[in-house]
């Protein structure tokens, strides 16, 4: 049913925990069966510096949540908010389709952080189009 | 990650037993004869039949025509709740269940509310899963064509008070039909004892194969047909008989019901072993269903903050084989309705773990999960945004 890749990410998820002061958080749940994750981001010169999360569902949840951190980890604010759950399913070596929500839940989770960020810093050149 | 292997989903099913097995297999070889025709071979066949079906009897204290077999516990469930409504369709059209029923049950009451037009009670049940026998009382009416409740709980272990429930439907006149399924090996069968008209049983949940069932129908309980053809089963169930199962059937619970005095003793123990360990080492576990009223074989739980398809996998990578209700497989699942009726709401619900014990089980495998499953909770724990080490939910629950 989980890909090799999927299994990876659950048993060790990448980017586990919170941020203090976050520069941008969300905390997303997923319509269909409640999974939900929480995201930290931080931000420095447009770029996502560092991102934590925790998240409470199943395996593809849980990985889907990591692939997702790793995926933005480094990234420009522009390149993060253009990550789809098609991606992130990909990169997982494709989730089955009923868990396919899961990630959408962790790129829309990214969105909502992103978005909170520039509620914070509307001046931001990213923010302005946003 | 070379461990042991410990199966501990006995609810779910169960390896065919060695000397069921050997019953079996001249029926898929020299003896595979159809029960139905006149000539030696199938007379030979036909003799074995009726030799099962006097020795199931035997176990429930029933007759042997009072014996129909089919090919899962599913389908007798369905034999029995649709065959006794239809039965009744022209005088009565109501049906009391609880809400804790396998889907083999609600999913046909369901149907016959929206496709027939019948009129279903659910039947709540309390914190341990229990049905209050008065509350059946009080649900009936003179409409009311079937009573189906559940001898044991699959998902909670809970054992109803299904001869209470039995007697008040015998006075009323009211069939009663139980899900029998957790029972053989566990409890006691006799139909009498128990009082029921109707009861479901399926061979692989007592060391019989998969694919064979059995539906005992008192005398006297009117059942239309719900698989027609040929005459066989007398009429009630058409079909060639599933001849080589059907024999393992017989002789797995034979051995189920011989073995069940001291297995129940024994299973016992390991089970409150695994209870008080679990609870002891694991912050904030909690035992569903009943400490009292409780299947020899079963434990489940709920650990706040995680989710239970997590738990299995590790578990599963940890070399123990068990299962969790809460699984959200299709996104539009929604939590387990058996927890639900418990009480057990969102999130913590989610958070579910069945360990069911059986035959091969040794007090080792207790101590092989009580040393797994404590760090495979913490370690779920420390990613979920739902539990702080103190033990208090870090965010309330979402409006979901």
């Keep these: 049913?989980?890909?090799?890749?999927?299994?990876?990410?659950?048993?060790?998820?990448?980017?586990?925990?919170?941020?203090?002061?976050?520069?941008?958080?969300?905390?997303?749940?997923?319509?269909?069966?409640?999974?939900?994750?929480?995201?930290?981001?931080?931000?420095?010169?447009?770029?996502?510096?560092?991102?934590?999360?925790?998240?409470?569902?199943?395996?593809?949840?849980?990985?889907?949540?990591?692939?997702?951190?790793?995926?933005?980890?480094?990234?420009?604010?522009?390149?993060?908010?253009?990550?789809?759950?098609?991606?992130?399913?990909?990169?997982?070596?494709?989730?089955?389709?009923?868990?396919?929500?899961?990630?959408?839940?962790?790129?829309?989770?990214i969105n909502a952080a992103l978005r909170d960020y520039c509620t914070k810093h509307p001046t931001v050149p990213f923010c302005t189009s946003f | 990650m070379s461990k042991p292997s410990t199966y501990l989903d006995h609810s779910a099913t169960t390896a065919t037993d060695p000397r069921v097995l050997e019953a079996m297999l001249p029926y898929f070889g020299e003896r595979y004869g159809n029960p139905s025709s006149l000539y030696q071979a199938g007379a030979t066949v036909r003799q074995a039949l009726d030799e099962a079906r006097r020795r199931i009897a035997e176990v429930l204290g029933a007759r042997p025509k009072e014996i129909f077999f089919t090919s899962c516990g599913t389908e007798s469930d369905n034999m029995a709740i649709r065959g006794a409504v239809w039965a009744q369709?022209?005088?009565?059209?109501?049906?009391?269940?609880?809400?804790?029923?396998?889907?083999?049950?609600?999913?046909?009451?369901?149907?016959?509310?929206?496709?027939?037009?019948?009129?279903?009670?659910?039947?709540p049940v309390d914190r341990e899963g229990l049905v209050d026998p008065d509350a059946v009382g009080r649900a009936i009416t003179e409409r009311t064509a079937l009573i189906?409740?559940?001898?044991?709980?699959?998902?909670?272990?809970?054992?109803?008070?299904?001869?209470?429930?039995?007697?008040?439907?015998?006075?009323?006149?009211?069939?009663?039909?139980?899900?029998?399924?957790?029972?053989?090996?566990?409890?006691?069968?006799?139909?009498?004892?128990?009082?029921?008209?109707?009861?479901?049983?399926?061979?692989?949940?007592?060391?019989?194969?998969?694919?064979?069932?059995?539906?005992?129908?008192?005398?006297?309980?009117?059942?239309?047909p719900t698989q027609t053809g040929g005459g066989q089963e007398r009429g009630m169930r058409a079909g060639t008989e599933n001849t080589a199962l059907i024999i393992g059937l017989a002789r797995a619970l034979e051995l189920a019901e011989s073995a069940r005095p001291a297995e129940v003793l024994r299973l016992t123990a390991l089970r409150d072993d695994l209870i008080q360990g679990v609870l002891n080492s694991i912050p904030d576990a909690v035992l569903t269903g009943s400490t009292t009223e409780r299947l020899a074989s079963h434990t489940s739980f709920l650990f706040n903050g995680v989710e239970g398809e997590g738990v299995v996998l590790k578990l599963d990578m940890a070399g123990i084989a068990a299962s969790s209700g809460s699984a959200c497989s299709s996104g539009d699942e929604g939590p387990s309705p058996v927890l639900a009726a418990l009480g057990y709401t969102y999130p913590l619900s989610r958070g579910s773990l069945r360990l069911s014990l059986g035959r091969e089980n040794t007090p080792e495998d207790v101590e092989h999960v009580l040393r797994e499953l404590p760090p495979i909770i913490a370690s779920l724990r420390a990613l979920s945004p739902y539990y702080n080490s103190d033990g208090t939910v870090a965010l309330s629950a979402p409006a979901w």
Excluded: W
């Excluded at chain 1, 930290?40 to 560092?50: G, K």
């Excluded at chain 2, 139980?178 to 053989?184: G, I, N, Y």
């Design chain 1, 1 to 109: 049913m989980y890909s090799p890749v999927l299994l990876d990410h659950f048993t060790n998820p990448r980017n586990i925990g919170t941020l203090d002061n976050p520069d941008g958080y969300a905390r997303v749940t997923s319509p269909g069966c409640g999974d939900q994750m929480e995201l930290f981001l931080r931000v420095t010169d447009e770029r996502i510096s560092d991102i934590r999360y925790r998240a409470f569902g199943c395996a593809a949840a849980i990985a889907s949540s990591s692939m997702a951190s790793e995926m933005i980890k480094g990234r420009t604010l522009e390149e993060a908010s253009r990550l789809t759950g098609e991606e992130v399913s990909e990169e997982l070596g494709g989730l089955p389709e009923a868990k396919f929500h899961c990630a959408i839940m962790a790129a829309s989770a």
């Design chain 2, 89 to 123: 369709r022209d005088a009565r059209n109501h049906i009391i269940t609880s809400q804790v029923e396998h889907h083999a049950v609600s999913h046909t009451c369901k149907q016959l509310e929206e496709v027939f037009g019948c009129e279903v009670t659910y039947l």
């Design chain 2, 148 to 224: 189906s409740i559940m001898y044991a709980n699959n998902e909670v272990g809970t054992v109803e008070p299904i001869n209470k429930i039995a007697k008040i439907a015998r006075q009323h006149q009211i069939p009663f039909h139980t899900d029998a399924v957790q029972a053989p090996g566990l409890l006691p069968l006799n139909v009498d004892t128990l009082g029921v008209d109707l009861m479901a049983i399926s061979g692989h949940k007592f060391y019989a194969p998969k694919g064979v069932g059995v539906l005992y129908v008192r005398t006297g309980t009117k059942l239309v």
